[in-house]
Every structure is written in C-alpha cells, then in structure tokens.
C-alpha cells in the first residue's frame, strides 16, 4: 500500500493545517516551510498530481481562491505584491505530488530576490526561434 498523499490527509481532516480559505473545488492552508508570513497553498480537493491531470474548472477554481488568499494577504499583513508559483511535475521540482498553488505574500524591497534569480537564468531568444517553437506548439 502506498503512502497517503499529505495534502489529501489535510483535506480530510486527519492531518492539521492552518486554513486560509475554501471553495467547492479548493481549499488553502498555509505552508509549514514559508518564505514571509501568510505564505499559503491552494490545491484542488480532488487528488490531481500535475497540471495535465487537473480539469480546467480545478485549475480555475485553484487560481481563483488564490486570488481570494492574495486579497486577504493584503488586507491583514499589508503586502502589495505577491508572486503565485505552481511547479508541476518532478522535472519542474514539484515536491508533494498533489497540485499546489504556492502564494506568496510580496513586500516592496523583501529580499526575495525571484527577478534578480530570473535574471541569471534567462537568454535572449530570437524572433525565427520563437516562431518555429510556436508553430510547432500550434501543431
Ligand atoms: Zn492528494
């Protein structure tokens, strides 16, 4: 038998976890392993793993009650920004195998850093490039 998934073990009540906000198809807790204060996840109800396996209403419904967290966020700890961050997949360094939203509560000069981290990361592409991966993602 495998393990419960975690996440599955909170929405049913027998793991504990600090609620933030509900809807029929999502639920929000805040994260055990914050980067600032109010740092929240949004999983679907349903066991869904990665981004594929999701049904576009879970999808919705996950980045709508997100909206909902963010809104909070603001109101009660007075940031202004927050960045929403989903890693699916383990090649996309997902960590609990059940789909989570993490959102992160966002001061101006917090230190987070993410722009600076982009920065080292990204290339410059060119238009043909661009436009070939299109096509081929159009296909
Ligand atoms: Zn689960």
């Known amino acids: 038998m495998s393990e419960p998934c975690i996440f599955c073990e909170i929405i049913a009540r027998r793991a504990?976890?600090?609620f933030v906000a509900e809807s029929d198809?999502?639920?929000a807790f805040l994260t055990i392993g914050p980067l600032?204060?109010?740092h929240a996840l949004v999983i679907p109800?349903?066991?869904v793993v990665e981004v594929p396996d999701a049904a576009a209403r879970e999808l919705g419904a996950v980045f709508a009650l997100g909206q909902e967290v963010a809104i909070r966020q603001r109101r009660?700890?007075?940031s202004h920004g927050e960045t929403l961050f989903l890693a699916s997949g383990a090649?996309?360094?997902q960590s609990v195998f059940h789909m989570h939203l993490h959102v992160v509560p966002r001061h101006d000069g917090d230190g987070i850093g993410l722009?600076?981290?982009w920065g080292t990361k990204m290339h410059r592409a060119e238009r043909a490039a661009l436009d070939a991966t299109a096509a081929?993602?159009?296909a």
């Open 115 to 117: 722009a600076a981290w």
């Open 25 to 27: 198809l999502a639920i």
């Open 76 to 78: 009660t700890l007075g």
């Open 16 to 18: 504990t976890a600090s």
């Open 136 to 138: 081929r993602l159009r």
């Open 45 to 47: 109800k349903r066991h």
């Open 91 to 93: 090649a996309g360094e």
């Open 36 to 38: 600032r204060e109010g």
